[in-house]
């Protein structure tokens, strides 16, 4: 073994490391990093809403949610079916009314007449809802927004703004869940 080739070859190795990641003293205003504004100077702060998105959000559709963070951030955006008020009770939103049979088995909604598409300005029918419950079930298994469908054995709407569920058994959350 050639020892002096080795050295020298060692050698350049080390000074080539060194130039490559020695480190530069940097100047005064890069080492003082600026901070970013956390609100936008034109936001009204006092009636806007702050929320920090989840970092592996995908989609805004909440079907393509795989995660509770970012179902829950959706659920500021979209508009549910039956809203909870501050006492976690039921309030209208989409749906006006509702009421159940006995056993809390059948669930019958009726949708208010002033809910619009916004993409069209179409009204929202019944049907809509439907179509919408046939696509939740279709993906069902690889979308936790649709993992309520597991409960709700039929649905139908007998008109343009009656929606009927139908669950395997009493569940009073699907007010909730709606």
């Not at 046939?134 to 993906?139: P, T």
Request: aromatic share 12%; charged share 20%.
């Amino acid at each position: 073994m050639n020892w002096g080739k080795t050295l020298i070859i060692f050698a350049a190795c080390v000074l080539l490391f060194y130039r490559v990641f020695k480190r530069q003293p940097l100047e005064a205003a890069e080492a003082t990093p600026q901070p970013t504004p956390l609100v936008a100077d034109w936001l009204d702060k006092e009636t806007a809403i702050i929320t920090v998105m989840p970092s592996d959000m995908q989609s805004t559709n909440p079907f393509m949610v795989t995660n509770r963070d970012s179902l829950n951030l959706l659920n500021l955006i979209y508009e549910p079916f039956v809203a909870l008020n501050d006492t976690y009770e039921p309030k209208p939103s989409i749906a006006q009314s509702w009421s159940s049979n006995d056993e809390g088995t059948e669930w019958t909604f009726i949708i208010r007449d002033d809910v619009f598409w916004q993409s069209t300005g179409r009204e929202l029918t019944a049907h809509d809802v439907i179509f919408t419950i046939d696509l939740m079930n279709d993906i069902k298994d690889s979308s936790i927004h649709c993992d309520v469908m597991g409960y709700i054995r039929k649905w139908e709407a007998p008109d343009d703004k009656t929606v009927i569920l139908t669950t395997y058994e009493s569940i009073l959350w699907v007010l909730a869940g709606t």
